[in-house]
């Protein structure tokens, strides 16, 4: 374990929450398309960003007045600060951890409550608690403490969601990414254990699910991308049709709106395709 560090820049980090705030607010409607802004330079860095971002959208689905939102912005972004104590070599590990480097990585919520807590820069208590909270599961599951339900601060129970999604979507030493429809789905199945179920559904209709340029496999077996998406109703896209069932390229510009076809849904989602590369085969 590292020594503690007393180098972290707490007024810009601060200045950086309030920019995402801002950024928000003035798209309070936009859907969150996290695949657009991600980069995997710096993941610890990165992903504490892309989490406030997600975090943030959360607290505007629940009201929360500009102040609130920015001092939950900086614990956001200082979430995963307990990580700069641990070996890198645990952090970076290619395989599955052992026990030993399992427990030495938990340790980073209560290695980063201490290092706000003892930082003197006037961090609030909820934004710290962000640091030790955020892998506690609405069910008591979680860790450090086993805290259940509304024991766990709000807090930390919004980034409990957005920690755990963009973690899903980034590509890991252990692991590559998945799709954001893949993501939805994990987070869905454990809604019941993991997540505060009053927060989750904000999230669930805060996310482009299949992001615009998506290209996507329907039921009905044509073929097409993703051109719009709406708030509320992300699983049900407008998709521009770009091949029928046969195979045949559509003559004319054809955009079908799910919300208004239901029996018509995606059902494969075609990594790492272009439409010249399904053109190209036919």
């Not at 950086?16 to 928000?24: D, L, P």
């Not at 429809?181 to 904000?202: K, M, V």
């Not at 999230?203 to 615009?212: G, H, N, R, T, V």
Request: proline fraction near 5%; aromatic fraction near 6%.
């Amino acid at each position: 374990m590292k020594s503690p560090r007393s180098d972290i820049p707490y007024q810009e980090i601060q200045g950086v929450g309030k920019k995402i705030v801002s950024e928000v607010l003035r798209n309070r409607e936009a859907l969150l398309h996290l695949n657009d802004i991600k980069t995997s330079d710096n993941y610890t860095f990165d992903h504490s960003v892309n989490v406030c971002i997600v975090s943030v959208l959360i607290a505007v689905g629940m009201n929360y007045p500009e102040e609130r939102m920015c001092d939950l912005a900086v614990g956001t972004l200082m979430h995963d600060v307990g990580k700069t104590l641990i070996d890198p070599a645990i952090l970076n590990k290619p395989g599955v951890l052992t026990e030993e480097e399992m427990t030495i990585m938990k340790g980073h919520a209560e290695l980063g409550f201490d290092l706000l807590r003892g930082s003197g820069q006037g961090i609030s208590a909820p934004a710290m608690h962000v640091a030790f909270q955020h892998h506690e599961w609405f069910d008591g599951g979680g860790y450090p403490r086993g805290l259940k339900g509304n024991d766990i601060h709000e807090y930390a129970r919004i980034v409990a969601i957005a920690d755990v999604y963009d973690a899903i979507i980034s590509d890991r030493p252990y692991r590559p990414a998945q799709l954001p429809h893949e993501a939805y789905e994990i987070i869905l199945a454990s809604n019941d254990l993991h997540f505060d179920p009053e927060i989750l559904p904000l999230f669930l209709s805060k996310i482009a699910i299949y992001p615009i340029g998506t290209m996507v496999h329907l039921n009905s077996g044509d073929i097409g991308v993703v051109v719009d998406i709406q708030p509320g109703m992300t699983n049900r896209p407008v998709v521009r049709m770009i091949l029928d069932k046969h195979g045949k390229l559509y003559s004319s510009q054809t955009d079908l709106d799910l919300r208004e076809h239901l029996t018509l849904f995606v059902d494969q989602v075609l990594r790492d395709k272009t439409i010249f590369d399904l053109i190209g085969k036919k």
